[in-house]
């Protein structure tokens, strides 16, 4: 389709289409026009029918309306324009929490024209620069609580040449720089398959995937899952737990319930206390988490039942039947369990409350296709372990990287997971087919952590890998060989994990330690990690 991008890069690196997987649009609401902005659809379209004054954003802070977030929305969109020279398929980061500025920043990104590029509010200098670099990044918006981290990542990124920030006060803020604008803009004509959001994942090597994602892609998601399996309403009151950053976060808080115009709530910090208490003191009655805090909520059952509560969506890792037992029989309420992969955009395989089965993640959603296949591709019977392949309208494009034929096959996605398929068509996760850590819902790339305890000068070697955890399924757990002179003891122990916490997001820190004399290693000298599993 013609591209409104002046700025084609990301047209540019998408993998050669042989490469790409089969894009499947089987229902009606599928069909998309040739030009399409996402921005159009979930929020300008509910002021032009009426609905501006629909609750829309929340925070501890402060309420909008629709139209309270489009005209900011707007306003931003000029000043990226006209101040910080965007031109349409520009790469804006935009490093911050969960917060009503950070959704209006993302509208109006998409609006110019450019290409969202939202991170973890967690992530360091260190892990922002690769982010910076694969992506070319030009524009940066960032709360003013973390731009020290992005200050120091585009030291090094001479690329990054704007960076503005929110959520202040002062003359040199965002804030200050809308104020010269009025709230009104036209939104660029984008193509339907023009990109509006990069979203990067790691990979088992640690190094930074970037995923595209187009403007049909952010409307197909909200076409298939939402209306299939949650069917919330416009009256509903959205909460959860991931970041905006994470494409679960995004889909869940900001994606779906604008595109049925009702309202979420955004909290900065999203553990279980402030989770439940944002449940109760706004109303919410649709929750999206991990299983890791349902497993802790499920002890504030009797205080749940009190609240309007009535849907609630794990995803982020599988879902232990106990702990589905332990939240129904908490609050009342059957789990809403998904898979998604930052490849897909969302969520491609669930199951209703009404047909959820313990310990079955769910059947294929309408508009994906899905399957259990073996390493050469082919389809695997009912009852066999193998390779989970999905395709549907949504799929994987990285951006310029050789990963993407291990991704692709034949057309199908594989998303490293290992499933199997019952007579009936549900699917039961086993586990990941991969050396990624998944730990309470967050991917934790192993070598990432090695890296960053092979900083610390008491460190000889090390190696990390996953082991399972009853509350969190996975901790991150690492084997080191001190250099000599350095005691083997519960201090040292202490003092490399709050090193890493310093070093790389405090996320993938090393919850266990077990000191070593020597790794074990092949004669040629490879990492045996089997044996570490063993040990």
């Known amino acids: 389709m013609p591209t409104a991008h002046i700025d084609t890069f990301a047209r540019d ?4 289409v042989e490469q790409q997987p089969d894009f499947l649009f089987t229902l009606p609401e599928l069909q998309f026009p040739e030009q399409l902005n996402c921005a159009t659809e979930l929020l300008d379209r509910h002021v032009r029918e009426g609905h501006g004054d629909r609750a829309c954003v929340r925070g501890p802070r402060e309420q909008w309306t629709y ?13 990226l324009v006209q101040d910080m020279g965007l031109v349409p398929g520009n790469r804006v980061l935009l490093h911050a929490p969960n917060t009503p500025m950070m959704v209006a920043c993302w509208f109006g990104i998409v609006k110019a024209g450019g290409i969202v590029v939202a991170t973890m509010p967690l992530l360091r200098a260190k892990e922002l620069k690769p982010i910076l670099e694969i992506g070319q990044i030009s524009h940066a918006l960032c709360d003013a609580s973390l731009v020290e981290e992005v200050q120091g990542a585009a030291q090094a990124v001479p690329g990054l040449r704007e960076i503005r920030c929110f959520n202040a006060a002062g003359s040199e803020t965002l804030e200050a720089a809308m104020q010269a604008y009025a709230p009104l803009f036209d939104n660029v004509d984008t193509a339907a398959d023009d990109t509006c959001l990069i979203g990067f994942t790691s990979g088992t090597t640690g190094i930074p995937k970037a995923t595209m994602h187009f403007h049909r892609d952010v409307m197909a998601i909200c076409a298939c899952w939402p209306r299939s399996v949650l069917r919330a309403t416009a009256d509903d009151v959205f909460i959860g737990s991931p970041p905006l950053g994470f494409t679960f976060g995004l889909g869940g808080l900001v994606l779906f319930p604008m595109s049925i115009g009702a309202s979420t709530v955004l909290l900065e910090k999203a553990g279980p206390p402030q989770l439940l208490d944002g449940i ?40 232990p039947a106990s702990t589905r037992t332990l939240w129904r029989e908490a609050t009342g309420i059957e ?108 991917n934790i790339a192993a070598p990432e952590v090695e890296e960053g305890l092979m900083l610390h000068p008491a460190v000889l070697e090390c190696a990390v890998i996953g082991v399972p955890d009853a509350e969190r399924g996975q901790i991150v757990k690492a084997f080191v060989v001190l250099r000599p002179g350095h005691t083997e003891d519960a201090a040292m122990v202490k003092t490399l994990q709050d090193f890493v916490k310093k070093t790389i997001a405090p996320y993938k820190y090393p919850r266990a330690i077990e000191f070593f004399e020597k790794l074990p290693r092949t004669q040629s000298g490879k990492l045996q990690r089997f044996r570490l599993r063993e040990s």
């Open 335 to 442: 789990l809403i369990d998904g898979i998604g992969a930052t490849e897909m955009l969302h969520i491609f395989i669930s199951a209703d409350e009404q047909s959820a089965r313990a310990g079955a993640t769910g059947k294929v959603v309408p508009g994906y296709e899905a399957c259990v296949v073996d390493d050469d591709g082919r389809p695997l019977p009912p009852g066999t372990v193998g390779k989970l392949a999905v395709r549907g309208p949504t799929g994987c494009r990285y951006l310029n990287d050789a990963r993407q034929q291990a991704y692709v096959k034949n057309g199908w996605n594989l998303t490293g997971d290992a499933y199997l398929m019952d007579e009936d068509g549900y699917f039961i996760y086993q586990s990941r087919t991969d050396d990624m850590i998944i730990s309470a819902g967050y």
């Open 13 to 16: 690196h998408l993998p050669p």
């Open 67 to 79: 139209r309270d977030l489009w005209e900011r929305a707007n306003r931003i969109a000029h000043v």
């Open 280 to 319: 109760r003191d706004f109303g919410a009655t649709v929750v999206f988490t991990a299983p890791t805090s349902y497993r802790t909520l499920a002890a504030r059952g009797e205080e749940l039942r009190a609240t309007r509560l009535r849907k609630c969506v794990s995803a982020g890792e599988a879902l």
